[in-house]
């Protein structure tokens, strides 16, 4: 044993250039650009309203709602403050049912481990369901570096990748592209397609679904990720809609599984309440199509030949933050992506990450840190918020999002010793206290918006806002209302601020009280 | 000795549990659990689910099992269906097409070429409308019901319980399950709803009332 008592060690993040846990670019430049894309804004206005309104529609059916979320949100804390025990007892069932596990220390070591599962088997191919882990650590990116194909099965993540291009948001990572294009991309990247398809859905789908199922049938290995493995049991879960999940946990003789560490769950029994919050916080659905559960390897049905895949890659460092652990209590619902309004006008690529909105601002910079550059992008994540508490409010499993936004941005701020951002941020932290002061400031920063000029940018503020704004223009992106530029991290930039004068002149008060 | 990854990642946690402990938390179960239904409300609540998620509904008696199931594949245009070995072969006395009994060696792959497959269940969840299947003899492996285009599926009104907690009490953990709750389905484009990508895209459940 090599393990010695001692000072327990920070963990490491993350390390720095691997993955897909970075943008090359800093969050407000990123969105400033993608605000501009009407199109992206339409579909996601529309996606997020419509799944916003299903999931009320679901969520209100349940008398014991907040019973099952106070019930998700206490087995991921248990989950979390007994992780050792619980993921050995997980590769101890798994491994008893015929299983294999591998524990892989970050992005590159999981890539490895699949690598070389996959040569082993001879394939050249592999079928992929979607998996946000396997998207982390750049495992599709690894495969093709050294030879092997790998096939996305989900639709929406198929259209992505025959585009090249990146996801945009958890649950319908294509809903950037409409039918037009999705219809050329068929045309331009699948081999043997149907010229005079047309660019209606179901056409569009059992293009995708003809294309495919030759894949299925004739594919050896499949790497999946998982929603859910049962420490208790070995069980592993994988939730889904189209069957292409199925597919590729059924047919092929190699399942390679892919899971990170915090997706333990103790007990079978926690399922009852997990299938609940699930589905319904994620696609405003009682329950989504199929979900699929195995237990190691089942003679006679399914892969013989299981392997899983167990993933720290910054976790451990994220679970040594005592406020920032709470993001690895996420199930991936994308609930807070569709309430949150800065999402909905930015879109998932503004935040550089696999993981976007306002669980990615929080889990991105745990997992793979702000501060290992001078000029890292995800030091930017925080503050991509205007902190209106609509994400923790839907969270399935009551992740409090604000206040960790609000931490990371203090964390920041300390480590690169801004003074002019730790000053804003103080006061933010301020204000937010004495909400009476957080709404005079919100309407001091409305006058903002009357002051953009024509050439788009706001030079000259109101007071109190007027000092800063004398100091740098801020731009405001056309045809936006209020609302939509107060989100921005423009926005937000602003009414910290706005805080800090406020929080100046709470001072003051005080100083009079006296 | 070099350390493992496992030992390191091990290490790592116990390292930041200690960094940042959290205080034990029990877990509050207050969610409705054990309910509850008379027949007729439990039917009536699991054929709206299904309905709604675009499902086929047959409700049936014991006695008339192997006529709707006939007449469900002669409506779909079924020739050639496949079998679970364990289906009770009753059921089939009044299909004149071809039916094939499927076994571990068939190469999965080859299920493609059958029109349908008639399935029973384990356990179904009328809250939500979903059938569990949990790999017994009367229900085959998991490709079975998957690769054919049509699933005709024999649901039990004695193994329909009310919600989510109640069903997962009765599954065996062990065995390979999957959870259906209507025909495959996307809306990866524009958020437009297609029902049927790669499972079977017609999902017709057969209720026996009485058994
Ligand atoms: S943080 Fe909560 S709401 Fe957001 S994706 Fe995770 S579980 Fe869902």
Redesign the pocket.
């Known amino acids: 044993m090599s393990t010695f008592l001692g000072m327990p060690a920070t963990p490491p993040r993350s390390p720095y250039g691997t993955g897909n846990l970075r943008g090359d670019r800093k969050f407000p430049k990123a969105a400033h650009d993608e605000l501009r894309n009407e199109q992206l804004r339409r579909n996601l206005g529309k996606a997020t309203r419509t799944i916003r309104t299903k999931r009320l529609g679901v969520t209100g059916e349940l008398p014991d709602w907040e019973q099952l979320r106070d019930a998700g949100s206490a087995i991921k804390t248990d989950t979390m403050n007994r992780l050792p025990e619980l993921l050995e007892q997980l590769e101890q069932k798994v491994t008893e049912h015929g299983g294999t596990v591998h524990w892989a220390r970050d992005g590159a070591e999981a890539n490895e481990i699949v690598a070389r599962l996959v040569r082993a088997t001879g394939s050249s191919d592999v079928i992929k369901v979607k998996s946000m882990a396997t998207q982390e650590i750049g495992l599709n990116e690894h495969l093709e570096s050294i030879g092997i194909t790998p096939y996305e099965t989900d639709l929406a993540e198929l259209i992505v990748q025959l585009a090249d291009d990146k996801p945009s948001h ?1 649950l319908v990572p294509a809903i950037h592209r409409n039918r037009d294009e999705i219809r050329q991309i068929f045309l331009d990247e699948i081999p043997g397609v149907d010229p005079d398809l047309d660019n209606v859905p179901a056409h569009l789908a059992a293009a995708a679904r003809a294309y495919l199922r030759e894949k299925f049938m004739t594919t050896k290995v499949a790497v999946s990720g998982a929603n859910f493995g049962i420490a208790e049991t070995g069980t592993l879960s994988v939730v889904e809609s189209e069957g292409n999940g199925r597919m590729c946990l059924t047919l092929p003789d190699t399942l390679i599984t892919v899971m990170g560490i915090e997706k333990v769950l103790p007990r079978y029994q926690d399922l009852e309440v997990f299938l609940q919050l699930l589905p319904r ?2 696609t405003g659905e009682r329950m989504n199509p199929y979900t699929s559960m195995w237990t190691g390897v089942t003679p006679g049905d399914g892969p013989q030949d299981f392997h899983l895949v167990l993933l720290d890659n910054g976790r451990t460092a994220a679970l040594a933050d005592t406020i920032g652990r709470e ?1 690895l ?9 569709n309430v949150c309004p800065v999402y909905e006008r930015t879109g998932g690529h503004a935040y550089g990450s696999t993981y976007p ?3 990615g601002a929080v889990l991105t910079p745990q997992l793979a840190g702000m501060d290992a550059a001078e000029d890292d992008p995800n030091s930017s994540l925080p503050y991509a918020s205007s902190l209106c508490g609509a ?1 923790f409010d ?4 009551k ?1 409090d ?1 604000p206040s960790m936004l609000v931490e990371l941005r203090h964390q920041h701020t300390e480590q690169s010793g801004t003074t002019a951002e730790k000053l804003a941020m103080k006061a933010a932290a301020g204000v937010m206290k004495r909400p009476k002061l957080f709404a005079a400031a919100q309407k001091a920063a409305a006058l903002g918006r009357i002051a953009g000029g024509r050439d788009g940018t706001i030079s000259h503020l109101p007071a109190p806002l007027s000092g800063w704004s004398d100091s740098r223009d801020t731009p405001a992106p056309p045809k936006q209302t209020f609302r939509s530029w107060l989100a921005s991290a423009e926005g937000a930039a602003t009414m910290s601020a706005a805080a800090e004068e406020g929080a100046r002149h709470t001072a003051d008060d005080h100083e009079e009280d006296r | 000795m070099t350390t493992t990854a496992r030992d390191t990642v091990l290490g790592r946690i116990r390292d930041a549990l200690a960094l940042a402990p959290v205080p034990d938390t029990s877990v509050p179960r207050d969610y409705r659990t054990g309910r509850t239904l008379p027949d007729e409300e439990r039917l009536a609540l699991l054929t709206h689910r299904l309905v709604d998620y675009k499902a086929k509904v047959y409700p049936c008696t014991r006695e008339r099992t192997a006529e709707v199931i006939a007449d469900v594949l002669r409506e779909r245009g079924a020739r050639r269906i496949g079998v679970p070995a364990g289906l009770d072969e009753q059921w089939l006395t009044a299909y004149d097409g071809e039916v094939r009994q499927d076994s571990a060696d068939i190469p999965a792959p080859s299920l493609d070429a059958l029109d349908g497959v008639v399935t029973a269940s384990a356990v179904s969840c009328a809250e939500t409308g979903t059938i569990f299947l949990d790999g017994s003899a009367d229900q085959g492996r998991r490709a079975l019901s998957l690769v054919p285009d049509l699933h005709v599926c024999v649901v039990d009104l004695s193994s329909v319980v009310v919600g989510v907690p109640e069903a997962v009490a009765r599954l065996v953990p062990e065995r390979p399950t999957t959870l259906i709750s209507g025909p495959s389905a996307t809306s990866d484009i524009e958020l437009e709803r297609v029902e049927g990508v790669h499972g079977p895209r017609t999902l017709a459940v057969v209720i026996r009332t009485d058994a």
């Open positions: 958890i916080s994620s993001a209590n996420c199930i991936r619902c994308s609930a807070c992506l909105g306002p669980i994400c839907a969270c399935p499993v992740i999002i």
